[in-house]
């Protein structure tokens, strides 16, 4: 399982091309995996990039769901039609389809932000806000998380 950690910046060139962090390529290696699965996140601004064993677990899931069932229609349609798998080439680098850059609006400084098993590709400043919104909420709620002890496994990790 990848775990995507941290935030770095990098550039979108004027052809669409992004190379992966290097940590972020690290856990691909680790994983033994070259490919990814992107899509628009429908929550943020963003482009979610996860490896396809983890998108795998999400497609499992809606698989589960009644056939011809609204739910899973909207799903399949909404997040697996809209996806797209691309494979980096040997030094981490890979094109974005331009419709995603487009529907973004990428421009040419972008930032990493390693959300576990995924990770987002935002426009710079965007990403920035992003997360400091994200600490306030997390610091003005108080949040917490459930201990879990540690010789068993998170639900929905396999």
């Known amino acids: 399982m990848t775990q995507f950690v941290g935030t770095h910046f990098g550039k979108l060139d004027r052809k669409g091309r992004i190379s992966v962090p290097a940590p972020f390529r690290a856990e691909l290696e680790a994983a033994a995996t070259s490919h ?25 899931s809606i698989l589960r769901l009644e056939h011809f069932s609204e739910e899973r229609e909207i799903l399949e349609a909404g997040l697996v039609a809209d996806s797209t798998m691309l494979r980096l080439d040997g030094e981490g680098r890979l094109v974005l389809p331009e419709d995603m850059v487009g529907e973004i609006g990428l421009a040419e400084n972008i ?36 201990a879990i002890p540690l010789n068993t496994t998170p639900r929905g990790v396999s």
């Open 36 to 60: 990814l699965v992107f899509r628009i996140s429908h929550q943020h601004p963003c482009i979610e990039a996860r490896s396809r064993a983890v998108f795998q677990h999400m497609l499992d």
């Open 111 to 146: 930032a990493f932000l390693g959300k576990g098993d995924r990770f987002e590709i935002w426009d710079a400043e965007a990403a920035k806000k992003h997360v400091a919104e994200a600490k306030a909420k997390v610091r003005e709620k108080r949040l917490t998380l459930a």
